[in-house]
């Protein structure tokens, strides 16, 4: 017989076995989650490049917060064959007693630079194409905002005091793209029906839409990169879509996920390894009887090992091709044209680092076995020795798999921190438990004390199965429980301490108009703060544009942030580290940021964060960092500087806060935003509903998860049951030789599983306990408080669950003989 057809039986026959079976199932579950997000993503962004040519409405654009100055621009125009200017800015727009927060977008006479226009006379009209924006004097708007204003073409609509009449409902732009993934309502104006009105926001935006070759659009950047440094250009020709890095920070965001599914199957794989190697040790044994060298037979294991994994990666394959179909064609109704093609690379970057993922898994055990004497071979020793190993392997496997898909370290860090926290909880109350227990029963008969005697002779083995079933419970909480208590905490949290309206921004001229309307209403203000908005545009002189890495801070930062000036510390807000400036100083190119902030851009103190700020560079040198802390409002700010820097930056004031209104008053809101577009006033309602809505699809995007883990679980479950079932079986047969009957042996089965299911419990609620207080103190400096009453529940259910496992398990050992148990 080859070697080759000796390693393909013995694979054959491993995964006939139950072990084998488990360790199956397990790898392809977790490679099919990671192939099916690696095919779809790739897809995506093949469409996403893809659509960049023909939907960007120009070939080139330059989008800034800023004006360009006249040499600028003309330096633009002088490069450009065309070119056309459009202003971006959020108002709220009115009509009768209804109002709508909408992006309002003005064009010049060269919109659209390519392409046409789709507009309609009603929101369910047929559509006809225009080359031309609305003239003077006209607005158009989308059909949602018509239906939500109740307005029809031929109405009259005021912004600042201008009457526009309505003259077309806008079904499509050109360069729709640019808006990204934003689902914000729309109206478009041509700019010279708004010249005398001001309607700048903070978060204003000018696009430079252009057409150009390829040679000039190289030059284009290479000139905006130098003068434009807050700028960002996006081009046709080697350009990319302005949804890429969202749909790369959403894959590292489901990736990260596939951490904690990787924790729980390499726990199951770990429970399964302890009957492999125990295989492994026979065979290596009589491969040395026949006198095989030890390297030998060490790659006939591993060639063993790597045809089940092979096996493993054709049945993920074709699940993965089958679910990724299912998917694209689900998104097609997102995204019209997107298509399922072959992704060869991709795929198999995801299979190597799959594969370097389990072998990291598989090491302790390769090495275990090449430093084994025949004798030991032969023999089956303790493996308390090894139990560290594993655990380094596994947790250098999950940090591999966490760095691989990593955005934000300062919430993975969380949550491995939770994970591993919990783990040490459990293996802490196992050890702690069954010694004095064991210690308790020692002087004392019966069942009970006899079995903490039994648990305590395989104390790691007990402890495994309840960090596997711990671990389990601990992720489905963490899914299910966190998401469940974080909607009412966040509302009762805003309720109490900043009203029922929040001020997302209002500009100095329009602050006396809400303090009159608050006093006529019977309103109070609660809290006004000011702030200016400043655009971070690199760090220690490395522009923000040059960071590839993908991260929903950095995307925050690349558009205009709040930063607010302040000698002493706010109430909401304690000191996190550094050193906070003293009142009246001088030096007022310092600044703080918040700790998630430093974390995610891998800031220190020392650094030096440049700004641009009402279009001129500001450099400020980071000195502490600052968190935010209940009592005092929920307002608060990314970065901060002292007071004396105010005097030094030439830009308007704006200011946020909060309001109270009684429920008359809101009928009157209509009548202050016709007057004041820009003011942006968002009610407490709108943001638990926003809240809600966001809640709503995670939540989905959860249960899917969830019964992903759930599949684990089982699977952990059934590894623990099949890697134990041997030395259960074998237990049993001594016992009832000795005269025990089979109800004796279910009451000690039930022992056994209830304590171990009650220990998984603690540990699994303490990890979350832990999460919860982890992550709700850095992220809100708020005390989770979880429902008791659900704590209680969940630890009810679970430990039922393993009970009535443990007990069907036990009851099928028991359908045979007393002789064959001790013969198997």
């Known amino acids: 017989m080859s070697r080759l057809q000796l390693m393909l039986e013995n694979s054959w026959r491993d995964l006939r076995s139950g072990d084998g079976r488990i360790s199956m199932a397990t790898q392809t579950a977790l490679l099919f989650f990671l192939l099916t997000l690696t095919l779809t993503s790739a897809s995506i962004q093949r469409y996403l490049s893809d659509n960049l040519d023909q939907m960007l409405g120009s070939d080139l654009v330059v989008e ?320 308390g020795r090894h139990v560290w190993q594993r655990l380094f392997w596994n947790i250098a496997a999950v940090t591999l798999l966490a760095a691989a898909y990593s955005d934000n370290w300062l919430l993975t860090g969380m949550t491995l921190t939770a994970i591993a926290a919990a783990l040490a909880l459990m293996a802490a109350l196992t050890w702690a438990v069954i010694r004095l227990g064991d210690a308790w029963g020692r002087r004392r008969a019966g069942l009970l004390p006899f079995g903490f005697f039994m648990m305590r002779q395989r104390l790691f083995a007990k402890s495994a199965q309840v960090m596997g079933l711990g671990l389990c419970g601990l992720l489905l909480l963490f899914s299910l429980m966190l998401m469940r208590d974080l909607g009412t905490m966040m509302e009762s949290h805003g309720r109490s301490h900043d009203g029922n309206l929040m001020i997302a921004e209002a500009q100095s001229d329009q602050i006396d108009a809400i303090r009159h309307w608050a006093a006529v209403t019977g309103s109070s203000i609660r809290t006004l703060r000011p702030f200016v908005s400043a655009q971070l545009v690199s760090v220690n002189g490395k522009a923000l544009a040059d960071m590839d890495k993908p991260s929903d801070t950095l995307a925050t930062l690349k558009d205009p942030i709040r930063l607010s000036w302040t000698d002493a510390m706010p109430e909401n807000n304690r000191l996190v580290g550094g050193n906070w400036w003293s009142a009246g100083t001088d030096k007022w190119r310092q600044i703080s940021a918040e700790p998630e902030v430093m974390t995610d851009m891998g800031l220190a103190y020392g650094d030096t964060l440049s700004y641009q700020i009402g279009g001129k560079s500001y450099e400020f040198t980071l000195v502490a960092s600052h968190a935010y802390q209940p009592g005092a409002g929920s307002i608060t700010f990314w970065f901060q500087v002292p007071l004396s820097a105010r005097a030094q930056i030439d830009a308007p004031t704006r200011y946020m806060g909060s309001m109270e209104l009684p429920e008359p008053a809101w009928d009157a809101l209509a009548g202050l935003w016709q007057q004041y577009p820009t003011l942006s006033l968002v009610p407490l309602q709108e943001l638990t509903e926003r809240f809600d809505q966001t809640l709503g699809i995670v939540t989905k995007v959860t249960s899917g998860y969830a019964a992903m883990v759930l599949l684990l679980a089982l699977f952990v479950l059934a590894a623990s049951v099949s890697g134990f079932s041997a030395d259960d079986r074998q237990k049993n047969g001594l016992l009832m030789s000795m005269g025990l009957r089979e109800s004796d042996c279910l009451r000690l089965n039930f022992y056994d599983w209830g304590v171990t299911a009650l220990i998984a419990a603690a540990g699994a609620i303490a990890g979350t306990w832990a999460a919860g207080l982890l992550i709700y103190q850095a992220q809100f400096n708020l005390t989770y408080d979880p429902d008791l009453l659900w704590v209680a529940t969940v630890i009810f259910a679970m430990v039922a669950a393993v009970c009535v496992v443990g007990y069907l398990v036990c009851r099928q050992s028991l359908n045979v003989s007393a002789r064959h148990l001790m013969a198997t």
């Open 64 to 383: 800034t917060h800023s004006p360009l100055t006249e040499r600028d621009e003309a330096t633009f125009r002088s490069i450009a064959t065309g070119l056309s200017v459009t202003q971006l800015t959020d108002i709220t727009l009115t009509h009768k007693d209804e109002w709508a927060r909408v992006q309002l977008k003005l064009v010049d006479d060269a919109y659209p630079m390519q392409g046409d226009l789709q507009i309609g006379d009603t929101p369910v009209a047929t559509q006809r194409a225009v080359g031309r924006g609305p003239k003077i004097g006209e607005i158009w708007i989308d059909s949602r905002l018509a239906i939500k204003l109740r307005t029809s073409v031929g109405d009259i609509l005021t912004i600042g005091g201008a009457d526009l009449r309505l003259s077309a409902i806008l079904f499509h732009e050109p360069d729709r793209i640019m808006e990204g993934h934003s689902v914000a309502m729309r109206a478009m104006v041509h700019a010279e029906s708004l010249a005398a009105t001001s309607i700048s926001s903070s978060k204003g935006r000018l696009r430079y839409l252009a057409t150009a070759d390829e040679r000039q659009q190289q030059a284009i950047a290479t000139w905006a990169r130098q003068a434009l440094p807050g700028a960002s250009v996006i081009r046709k020709f080697g350009g990319q879509h302005p949804l890429a890095s969202f749909w790369q920070r959403t894959e590292n965001f489901l990736g990260l996920a596939s951490v904690i599914l990787f924790f729980m199957g390499a726990v199951a794989l770990d429970m399964t390894n302890r009957r492999w190697l125990a295989k492994m040790r026979y065979r290596l044994a009589i491969y040395a009887s026949f006198g095989t060298r030890t390297r030998t037979a060490m790659l006939m294991a591993l060639g063993e090992w790597l045809a089940g994994f092979l096996l493993s990666i054709a049945f993920a394959s074709a699940l993965a091709i089958l679910a990724y179909a299912l998917i694209v064609a689900e998104l097609q109704g997102y995204f019209p044209g997107l298509r399922a093609a072959w992704h060869v690379t991709p795929a198999l970057k995801t299979i190597g680092l799959f594969f370097l993922l389990l072998l990291a898994l598989q090491v302790p055990s390769f090495v275990q076995l090449s430093r084994a004497s025949l004798l030991s071979l032969i023999r089956n020793p303790g493996e």
